[in-house]
């Protein structure tokens, strides 16, 4: 491999772990090594790249300058801070580390600012945050946003592999008048249905976990604590892609138009919108893409200040691997990786 970074990814056998290895390729980010981990159950299985899966230890996580995780919130609880004591900036797509304080919590074309300063571990948001913050940013800039109501449709590849597998093999049983195998990865069947419960409700919580994210991290993200949201997120029988209606209310008057204009402009957004001609975005065309796909963009009948939208993107893309390739591109093009985080010598 030519010069570079040495780069651990961590949970490289899954969905977002595989399109990162992808990226890092395609976008030809400077690797001297690119290293693959996984869990015992895939050691030494291997990978496109002529990459074989290796398991973490305390020996194995050593001389990293990047290590991008994506293999749920336990393994990054335990393993990241060991690759950051030992050289590495962590990106981390698990939720372990997004709301702690000095954990930055980034999206690339929203708060790069944030990256300035980080202690080894940098926090990818969730993916329905994700290409939610991204329409958003422009608005909010231009008008204050004061309160959203959001509902997302949200694909089962956000779950895991497992569950786009259920989803497949329920739909293939049900069109052949088999009975479907007890559901796992999710309470109810998901073919032809759709469960309003997308993640899991906490002991005496009414909302799920992961409405909680959504409300939080969009906070943190756009760094005003005082946006009032409320969110209903719905698990729908979609493989890639997840939607999101979103009414948004802003403090100052935003016209549709405006807001159309703004969109327009920020960067990672593609406005499709025009409901004469059948067009506003959708799933299966977000699929596959890196950008952010925002239309129906209306007035809101019921508020003089507050309009509505939807909002699709490519959840293991710009709501995971994309972001975080992106933000290793932006550590890299600032200094912050590498030499620039290596212990000074004795
Ligand atoms: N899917 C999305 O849309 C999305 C979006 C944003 C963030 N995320 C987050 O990204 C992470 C991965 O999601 P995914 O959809 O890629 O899941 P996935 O397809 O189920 O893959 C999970 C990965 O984690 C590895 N892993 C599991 N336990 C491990 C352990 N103890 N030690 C090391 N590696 C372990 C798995 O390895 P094996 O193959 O060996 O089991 C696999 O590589 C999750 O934290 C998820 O919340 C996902």
New binding site residues.
């Given amino acids: 491999m030519s010069e570079g970074y040495r780069i651990a990814v ?8 595989t399109l990162m290895l992808t990226l890092l390729r395609e976008r030809g980010f400077p690797a001297s090594e690119i290293v693959a ?3 015992e ?2 050691l030494g299985r291997e990978l496109e790249g002529d990459l074989v899966v290796r398991g ?1 230890s305390e020996e194995s996580i050593q001389g990293f300058d990047l290590a991008l995780f ?4 336990a ?1 990054s609880g335990e393993w990241a801070p060991k690759f950051a004591e030992a050289g590495a900036t962590v990106i981390d ?3 372990r580390w997004r709301m702690q304080e000095d954990v930055p919590l980034v999206v690339s074309e929203v708060n790069p600012e944030a990256l300035q300063g980080h202690h080894g571990i940098i926090a ?1 948001p ?2 329905s945050t994700m290409q939610m913050v991204v329409a958003l940013k422009p608005l909010h800039d231009e008008a204050k946003i004061e309160r959203l109501v959001i509902c997302t449709y949200q694909a089962v ?2 779950t ?3 569950a786009v597998d259920e989803l497949l093999d329920q739909s293939h049983a049900l069109l052949h008048d088999r009975e479907i195998a007890p559901p796992s990865e999710y309470a109810h069947q998901i073919a032809f249905n759709a469960l309003p419960q997308a993640g899991s409700f906490a002991a005496g919580e009414d909302h799920t976990d992961e409405e909680r994210k959504l409300m939080n991290e969009t906070r943190k993200i756009l760094g005003d604590p005082s946006i009032r949201i409320s969110a209903t997120c719905v698990r729908v029988p979609v493989v890639t892609g997840h939607s999101e209606a979103v009414n948004v209310q802003t403090r100052e008057a935003l016209s549709p138009e405006r807001a159309r204009e703004l969109l327009r402009r920020a960067p990672g957004v593609s406005v499709v919108d025009d409901p004469d001609a059948a067009l506003y975005p959708l799933a299966i065309d977000a699929a596959g893409k890196d950008e952010v796909y925002v239309g129906r963009i209306r007035r809101d009948p019921g508020h003089d200040r507050a309009l509505d939208m939807w909002i699709v993107a490519d ?2 893309r710009k ?2 691997a994309t972001n975080a390739i992106q933000l290793a591109e932006l550590l890299h093009a600032r200094g912050l990786l590498g030499a620039a985080r290596a212990p000074s010598p004795a």
Avoid: I, K
């Avoid at 961590?10 to 772990?17: E, L, P």
């Avoid at 994506?70 to 919130?73: C, D, I, N, V």
């Fill in positions: 961590v949970g490289a056998t899954g969905q977002v772990g981990f996984a869990s159950r895939s973490l994506s293999a749920g919130g393994t797509n698990s939720s990818n969730n993916c590849s956000g895991g592999r497992r959840n293991l709501g995971a």
